[in-house]
């Protein structure tokens, strides 16, 4: 205080109030005072010696960024700025996370009602969750791609063998934080997906009580419940991402200490120019590379905002039922390959061909020695990775509900139009404009739209699952454009619709919605089904069941379809 007096006397007030501040912003950033900023961000040429380097020896943050980079490595190939991105998606999903664990408890009892409670009462609580579960998808997506820049560009190659395996481990861990987090609200998808999931341990080709005792370590009790929240709690916020924290700072380590990799072209074969950069091809990490870092950061937070404000709804199905398993539980859709290897192998085989295929991933810059990286000189390793990437997408399409995966077209009907648990179009009506009564597929009713909509949708269902595309009943259709129905001949020699086939839909079907008010504040909803042999009213085509449901007045259905991305 005595010098900042000493230099009031001497300078005056306002000049020693600059050139204290210009002291604390050298201190603060390293070596940099006010005027060394503003020329770095003008674009002037430093003075002499280089301030714009001690930050990389002195500070805490920079000390371990490269003071500067080689220019082919800065523009947008061959990095896709995709190493930088999977970082700010660790930092940007932290930062959402810390604020989310502030309103959530790990518990059963409660923690369905603490997800409503961030939708609902939480300021920007929406928001924040659209914002964690958008960037946990947005995350899983840009380390898949960095991983596959790496391979294209052959930057696995000696000396970057292990920085592979170190990045290869780097994806796993990102799936595992991403799915850990799956089970924490504690709905319908959540608990059903996370049990399917898990029981892949039982089926693991080892001893049985090894599969056992890994299983209950999973679970945390015989069947999943408040220890095995907690234990996912635990693992999404503590184990993940401290394991992920610690392979990011070796992988970040062994990329400072190789450089980065130059465009495969840009290098003569079997030699690598990385860490001796010219003079005359240098771009300091002052100011090039940090203003172009935060100008990346600066977009992908509008692209993360504005996603999560009008493109995307973190759903939430209703709350997680141990004995009511739902219709088509699918896993996350970087997840869903395995799901749909799962429909063609034995279970025990593919949960014992995941580990092997990451091996084979880890260890496969050890066994692949070729020196070029050149794109011409990589037809074969570079056809077996597209022909891969093909194979995955089209596992990813066997892991959804459109293969192989249908019951009856009833069913599939009512599951859409009058889903067991969850909302939909239908119960999201107002209770007061559910009228009593008997309703067609697309019937319109004067002056009630929300009525007129969801019959609207029970038309389209309908359609979707009748052979004659358009059942005639409801929509005359030619016969010439009816869909192929199978029949089979029963041993009395009659014939009934075959329900064994995924593209079976129902023939000419009738279909009805019935209303009855039970008692005040409770009404009930009845799907009936008549399906006959089209022309001829009086043989039955196919064995079909009515079904139920019940809406009270305070359900309240019409906010859970709208958190569920329905268009209510």
Not at 122 to 128: C, F, N, R
Request: hydrophobic share 45%; glycine share 6%.
């Amino acid at each position: 205080m005595a010098t900042f007096v000493d230099q009031v006397k001497e300078m005056g007030l306002k000049q020693a109030a600059i050139a204290k501040a210009d002291e604390a912003v050298e201190r603060i950033t390293a070596g940099m005072n006010i005027s060394d900023i503003r020329s770095a961000l003008r674009g002037d040429e430093p003075r002499r010696p280089n301030p714009r380097l001690r930050p990389h020896a002195d500070s805490f943050w920079l000390h371990i960024r490269p003071s500067f980079y080689h220019t082919e490595v800065t523009h947008i190939y061959p990095t896709f700025r995709m190493g930088w991105l999977s970082t700010f998606m660790f930092v940007w999903e932290t930062i959402t996370g810390i604020i989310l664990m502030i309103f959530y408890t790990p518990s059963p009892l409660v923690a369905y009602s603490n997800m409503w409670n961030i939708l609902s009462n939480v300021p920007l609580g929406q928001l924040i969750r659209n914002m964690h579960r958008l960037g946990a998808e947005v995350m899983v997506m840009v380390v898949a791609m960095h991983m596959l820049r790496t391979f294209i560009t052959g930057s696995y190659k000696k000396p970057r063998q292990f920085t592979w395996a170190t990045g290869m481990i780097l994806l796993v861990l990102t799936l595992m934080l991403s799915f850990s987090g799956y089970l924490l609200p504690w709905d319908q998808l959540a608990y059903w997906a996370l049990t399917v999931f898990i029981s892949g341990a039982e089926a693991a080709p080892a001893p049985a009580i090894i599969n056992q005792n890994i299983l209950l370590i999973l679970q945390g009790a015989p069947s999943l419940g408040a220890g095995g929240l907690l234990r996912w709690y635990l693992l999404h916020v503590l184990l993940m991402p401290l394991m992920l924290g610690i392979f990011f700072f070796v992988h970040y380590y062994k990329v400072v200490l190789h450089g980065l990799s130059l465009p495969p072209g840009r290098e003569e074969i079997g030699e690598d120019t990385a860490k001796r950069v010219p003079k005359n091809e240098r771009t300091y990490f002052i100011p090039d590379i940090l203003t172009s870092e935060l100008m990346w950061s600066a977009l992908m937070v509008l692209f993360l905002v504005a996603g999560s404000l009008w493109l995307w709804d973190a759903p939430l199905e209703t709350h997680a039922d141990p004995v009511v398993t739902p219709l088509h539980v699918v896993a996350p859709w970087y997840l869903s390959w395995s799901q749909g290897w799962l429909k063609l192998a034995d279970k025990t085989l593919v949960v014992g061909f995941i580990p092997a295929l990451l091996v084979a991933f880890i260890v496969m810059p050890y066994f692949e020695v070729g020196k070029s990286r050149r794109y011409v000189d990589r037809r074969v390793g570079l056809s077996v990775a597209f022909l891969f990437m093909a194979f995955m997408l089209v596992s990813n399409w066997m892991g959804t509900p459109e293969y192989a995966v249908a019951s009856s077209p009833d069913r599939e009907v009512s599951i859409e139009f009058l889903p067991e648990q969850g909302p939909s179009l239908m119960k999201a009506v107002p209770y007061d404009e559910m009228l009593v009564g008997k309703f067609l597929p697309g019937q319109e009713i004067s002056g009630n739209p929300h009525m007129t909509e969801a019959l609207a949708e029970l038309k389209e269902a309908v359609l979707a699952n009748s052979c004659t595309m358009g059942a005639p009943r409801i929509v005359t259709i030619p016969e010439d454009e009816w869909r192929e129905c199978r029949v089979v001949t029963l041993d009395d020699g009659s014939k009934r619709y075959d329900l064994a086939f995924k593209e079976d839909v129902m023939p000419d079907p009738y279909v009805e919605l019935i209303i009855e008010e039970i008692q005040p504040g409770l009404k009930s909803l009845q799907l009936v089904f008549n399906v006959t042999e089209p022309g001829n009213p009086d043989v039955l085509r196919i064995d079909t069941q009515d079904w139920k449901t019940f809406i009270h007045a305070d359900s309240n259905y019409e906010e859970e379809c709208r958190f569920a991305n329905k268009s209510c």
